[in-house]
C-alpha cells in the first residue's frame, strides 16, 4: 500500500465501511426474516469480524483494516456463490467491486492476489459443475432476488460515490500543490539567477532575454546593441574604503543605470563591477553612442555614502546585433574585446566592436597559442648587443635580448609577444628561461678569457609580482656559479613608482644580494630621483630617442645632458642606448657619459656571432 491510497481513502472510509456494514446488517435481517438461518448467521459474522477489526486496527494499521474488509468481503462472495447460484449467482456483482477497491489502494499485489483468487474460484465451480461433482441450483428470479441485486448496487454506487468524489479532491490537491511548486521552481530560478548584491539578473537571464530579442529582431527592423560596462575606479573605493561601502556604491550606480535605460533597455550584472546592457530596438549606431554616453554622465555623477563623496566613470564596449553576430557568446566576446580597447584608449571611453578588432584578437590569441608551442620547443633565441666603454673601446658586457622567429608566420617582435607572454601569464616561464640562457652564456665568456663581462637582462614587472623571485634568481646564479655581481637586471621606471608589496620586496632583496638594478628607458616615465637614491640603483640607461636626437636638437641635448649629470651627482653610471653615429658617440664621451650600445658597434647577435666578436674586439 502507498501512502498516497491511504490518504484517498482516509477521509472516507469511514463512510465505506458504515455503508458496507449496513448493507451486511439489512442482508442479515433479511435473510433471517425468510428462514435462512444459515445464511443468516454467516453474514452476521463476517459482520461482527469486520466490525470488530475495524474498531482493533483501524486508528493503528488503517491499511490492515482495508485489506481486512476486502479479503473478508472476497470470502463471502466465494462461500455464497458456491453454496447457491454459483457462477450466475448475482453475488458476483461484488467482485468488480472489491477488485477496482485493491487497485484504488495502489496495492499491485492485494490487487493480485484477490483476482487470481476470485478467478480460481470461478473456474473451480465451473469444473465442478461440468463433470458432475457438485451441482450448484439455478436460482429462480423472484423479488428476493431482485432485492439482493439492488442491496449490492445501492453498496456499489454508495462507495462509488464516495470514492469518485475522494479521487477528484485529490486531483485538485494534486493540481493545487503542482502550481505551488511550480512557483516555488519559479522563485527558486528567480533567486538563483538574481544578483544577491544589486538584485539584478544575471548572465543566464542576459542569455535568455538575448534569444527572446533575436527571435523579436528577425521580424523586424531593427538592431540589438550589447554593452559591456566597466566600472573603471571601483577597485580604488572598494580597497581603500572597504567593501562594505563598495557594495553600498555597486547598488546605487546599479540603480542608476537600471534607471537610465528602463524605456530602452536591461542590465544585468556578470560580477564585481562588470554589467551587461541590452539595449532592445536601436536603429543606428548614433543611437547607440548617444544612449552609451548618457549611461557614462549618470555613472560620473558624484555619490555621498557615509559622508564620502565618491564619483567613478565607466568603460563602455559595445557589439552589435546582427552586424557583428548573432550569437550571445560571441556578442559578449566582441564587446569585452571593445571593453578592452575602450580601457586602452585612457579609460572613460565607448568604444564599438569592429572587424579589424575581432582579427587582432583572433591573431591574438592564435599568437598566444603559437607562444606556448614555441616555449616548449624552444624555438626562440637569445640574442647578444654589445656594451662598450667608450674611453678604451671595450666591450664590458651585453644586454640579452630575446628573439622569436616562427616558423609559418615569420619574425614576430617583442613588442607584440611581450604583452601576450604578460597577459598569458607565460612570462614567469619565458622570463626564466631567457634568464638561464644569458647567465649559461656569461659563464661561457669567463671560462674563455672574458673575466670582466656583465650580463644585462630585461625584466617584466610582472615577474615581481612572485614572492619567491628573487630567491629563484639567487638559485640560478648558485647552479651556474655565476658571482651576483655580474649580472644587471634591467627595470622600468613605472615599476619603481607603482610597487606592491611582492614587487618593492623582490626589488629591496635583489639589491641587498649584490645583483645590479639598471632603469631601462630613462626619462621616458616618472624619473623620480628619490627611488633611485633609496633603492641602490646601479646605473640608468638613457632611452635612445634621446640619444639619436642629439645631433639635431638643443632639446634632446639638453635632456641627455642633464640625465649624465644627475648619474654623476649620484654615483651611479650612465648608458647611452641606440648609438648609430660617430657625432653621437663623440657627442656622448664630452658629455661624460662613460658607456653605450647601439648599432654603431653592433646591433644583437647570437650567441656564437657575439663570442667572435668578442675575439676580433677584446
Not at 199 to 225: T, Y
Not at 228 to 249: E, R, W
Not at 485 to 511: D, G, R, V
Not at 560 to 582: F, M, N, P, Q
Request: proline residues 2%; aromatic residues 10%; negative net charge.
Amino acid at each position: 500500500m502507498t501512502s498516497n491510497s491511504i490518504k484517498l481513502f482516509d477521509h472516507y472510509f469511514n463512510k465505506i465501511f458504515a455503508v458496507s456494514q449496513l448493507a451486511l446488517l439489512i442482508a442479515v435481517i433479511f435473510e433471517f426474516i425468510n428462514s435462512s438461518y444459515y445464511l443468516a448467521s454467516s453474514l452476521a459474522g463476517v459482520f461482527l469480524v469486520v466490525g470488530l477489526g475495524f474498531l482493533v486496527l483501524h486508528n493503528t494499521r488503517p491499511i490492515a483494516t482495508l485489506i481486512l474488509l476486502l479479503v473478508v468481503h472476497t470470502c463471502l462472495a466465494t462461500i455464497i456463490m458456491w453454496l447457491y447460484g454459483g457462477i450466475h449467482d448475482e453475488i458476483l456483482i461484488v467482485y468488480p467491486l472489491i477488485l477496482i477497491f485493491a487497485a484504488l489502494l495502489g496495492s499491485t499485489k492485494l490487487m493480485s492476489f484477490l483476482f487470481a483468487f476470485i478467478s480460481m474460484a470461478i473456474l473451480s465451480n465451473g469444473f465442478v459443475n461440468h463433470y458432475g461433482f457438485y451441482q450448484n441450483s439455478t436460482q429462480a428470479i423472484n423479488l428476493q432476488s431482485a432485492a439482493t441485486v439492488n442491496l449490492i448496487l445501492l453498496v456499489i454506487f454508495v462507495c462509488s460515490y464516495f470514492s469518485a468524489k475522494s479521487i477528484k479532491e485529490l486531483i485538485a490537491k494534486l493540481i493545487d500543490e503542482n502550481e505551488k511548486i511550480l512557483q516555488s521552481k519559479r522563485e527558486i530560478q528567480k533567486i538563483v539567477h538574481q544578483d544577491a548584491l544589486t538584485g539584478l539578473p544575471d548572465r543566464v537571464k542576459a542569455e535568455e532575454k538575448f534569444m527572446q530579442l533575436i527571435a523579436a529582431q528577425s521580424s523586424e527592423n531593427n538592431k540589438v546593441a550589447l554593452l559591456f560596462v566597466d566600472l573603471d575606479d571601483f577597485k580604488n573605493i572598494n580597497d581603500n574604503l572597504g567593501h562594505q561601502l563598495g557594495d553600498k556604491f555597486l547598488q546605487l550606480i546599479a540603480t542608476r543605470i537600471a534607471g537610465a535605460i528602463a524605456d530602452v533597455g536591461s542590465i544585468y550584472r556578470i560580477g564585481g563591477d562588470e554589467f551587461i546592457i541590452l539595449l532592445h530596438c536601436i536603429y543606428s549606431t548614433a543611437e547607440v553612442q548617444e544612449i552609451s554616453e548618457n549611461i557614462s554622465k549618470v555613472v560620473s555623477q558624484p555619490l555621498t555614502i557615509n559622508d564620502y563623496h565618491l564619483s567613478s566613470c565607466c568603460s563602455i564596449g559595445v557589439s552589435l546585433i546582427p552586424d557583428d553576430t548573432e550569437d550571445f557568446e560571441s556578442a559578449l566576446k566582441y564587446a569585452d574585446i571593445a571593453l578592452f580597447q575602450a580601457k586602452n584608449a585612457g579609460r572613460n571611453h565607448i568604444c564599438l566592436v569592429n572587424q579589424k578588432m575581432i582579427e587582432r584578437t583572433q591573431y591574438e590569441f592564435k599568437l598566444q597559442e603559437e607562444l606556448r608551442k614555441s616555449l616548449r620547443d624552444e624555438l626562440f633565441k637569445v640574442h647578444f648587443q654589445p656594451k662598450l666603454d667608450l674611453v678604451t673601446n671595450k666591450i664590458i658586457g651585453a644586454e640579452a635580448l630575446l628573439r622569436w622567429w616562427h616558423p609559418t608566420l615569420g619574425k614576430i617582435t617583442p613588442t607584440e609577444f611581450i604583452p601576450l607572454a604578460e597577459k598569458s601569464g607565460l612570462i614567469h616561464e619565458l622570463g626564466f628561461w631567457v634568464l638561464e640562457q644569458s647567465i649559461k652564456e656569461c659563464i661561457y665568456w669567463h671560462k674563455h678569457g672574458n673575466k670582466r663581462l656583465v650580463i644585462a637582462v630585461n625584466l617584466s614587472p610582472i615577474q615581481f609580482n612572485s614572492p619567491g623571485f628573487t630567491k629563484s634568481v639567487l638559485q640560478l646564479l648558485g647552479r651556474y656559479g655565476l658571482s651576483e655581481s655580474f649580472l644587471e637586471l634591467e627595470i622600468t621606471e613605472n615599476l619603481l613608482i607603482e610597487q606592491n608589496e611582492a614587487q618593492k620586496y623582490n626589488i629591496n632583496m635583489l639589491a641587498a644580494a649584490g645583483i645590479k638594478l639598471v632603469i631601462d628607458d630613462f626619462g621616458k616615465g616618472y624619473s623620480n630621483l628619490a627611488y633611485i637614491k633609496k633603492l641602490n640603483i646601479h646605473a640608468i640607461k638613457i632611452d635612445y630617442e634621446f640619444v639619436k636626437g642629439m645631433a639635431i636638437s638643443s632639446d634632446d641635448r639638453a635632456i641627455v645632458t642633464t640625465i649624465i649629470d644627475i648619474a654623476k651627482r649620484l654615483g651611479i653610471e650612465s648608458v647611452a642606448e641606440g648609438v648609430e653615429t660617430e657625432e653621437i658617440a663623440s657627442l656622448l664621451k664630452q658629455l661624460g657619459c662613460k658607456y653605450a650600445q647601439g648599432f654603431l658597434w653592433s646591433h644583437a647577435l647570437e650567441s656564437t656571432a657575439f663570442r667572435q666578436l668578442l675575439k676580433e674586439k677584446n
